[in-house]
């Protein structure tokens, strides 16, 4: 008996179709050049003009609209170096001068929230700065364990200082160095001078003076009209004098507290290797190197940060 196979029309010419109805080859090919474009638009995306992105920043700023998070119980504005590099730059460029104080931006990290919360006064302070930057990988780590928003990275003033001073090498942006005493702060100046030969220094002034002499360097400074003041007096003295005069600043761009800077910038002080920076041991480091001045101090302070960074963390 001879079997007969059934034939089926089949034409190898002719494309097999999906259930959308168009060919195969071509519904696979929309799809490749869908990821295809959105993968060239995540490129341009990231490789915008930094200055470019800062607008829109500056727009979002001036409309109290810059993303937050609650963290440890301070709120905390979620950028990276860059944006606010890119934020300070726009804010120096398109702020009405004289018109209004300027704003002032601090940082937090787990000793400041520690401190703030032991410190109802110095929780003020902060509550009054205009933005606080996240300088400290608990911080970060919390942001990723409780908080739908996440941080970032961390910008430790020490690394952001170096995002804005390219950004203001480019764009003309000027300077005023206030802090530390006046050894530190020319040796500072002095190489910040030798690693951005363009970027202009319009004064500086070291950070220990007195009430009465004050006035006298606020005017000064107000004259000059620097678009950034890079202020390092120590917490919480660095806030109150932002706080105190910044209604005597109004030709100034922003002011900037900043710590321990001049003293990494002149060399004083050194860095934590990378790894200990990236795995949150800076903290680790610094107590190595003055264990007695800093073990009472972290003894206590790590305990209530990470209390607070466990339960008073989240989005906003």
């Not at 992105?53 to 905390?76: E, H, M, Q, T």
């Not at 950028?79 to 300027?102: H, Q, T």
């Not at 409780?146 to 090498?169: G, K, M, Q």
Request: net charge positive; proline share 4%; aromatic share 8%.
């Amino acid at each position: 008996m001879q079997l007969r196979w059934k034939s089926t029309d089949v034409n190898v010419n002719k494309p097999m179709r999906a259930r959308g109805g168009l060919p195969i080859c071509q519904n696979r090919c929309a799809r490749g050049e869908v990821i295809m474009n959105a993968r060239l638009l995540a490129e341009k995306d990231k490789c915008a003009d930094p200055l470019q992105r800062g607008v829109d920043l500056y727009k979002s700023f001036r409309n109290n609209a810059l993303p937050k998070i609650l963290i440890g119980g301070l709120i905390g504005t979620v950028l990276s170096r860059e944006e606010w590099a890119s934020l300070f730059i726009n804010i120096a460029k398109y702020r009405p001068r004289s018109l209004e104080s300027p704003p002032f931006f601090s940082s937090l990290n787990g000793e400041v929230i520690s401190r703030c919360y032991c410190d109802p006064t110095l929780r003020q302070l902060f509550n009054q700065s205009d933005g606080l930057a996240i300088d400290g990988m608990s911080a970060v780590f919390a942001s990723r364990i409780f908080a739908s928003r996440r941080i970032p990275e961390r910008a430790a003033t020490t690394d952001l200082f170096h995002n804005v001073a390219r950004l203001a090498e480019r764009n003309g942006t000027t300077m005023y160095l206030l802090g530390a005493s006046a050894e530190q702060n020319r040796r500072a100046a002095d190489a910040i001078r030798r690693r951005y030969p363009n970027l202009q220094i319009l004064g500086q002034h070291h950070g220990y003076f007195t009430t009465a002499e004050s006035e006298g360097i606020v005017c000064d400074i107000d004259r000059l009209g620097p678009d950034i003041v890079w202020i390092a007096m120590g917490v919480p003295r660095e806030q109150e004098f932002c706080i105190r005069h910044q209604h005597a600043l109004k030709n100034v761009g922003l002011l900037k507290t900043s710590g321990g800077l001049f003293d990494f910038l002149s060399g004083l002080r050194t860095r934590a290797p990378q790894w200990m920076q990236i795995a949150g041991l800076e903290w680790l480091h610094r107590l190595y190197l003055e264990p007695t001045r800093l073990f009472a101090r972290y003894a206590v302070t790590n305990i209530v940060a990470l209390w607070l960074l466990i339960t008073r963390t989240r989005s906003l």
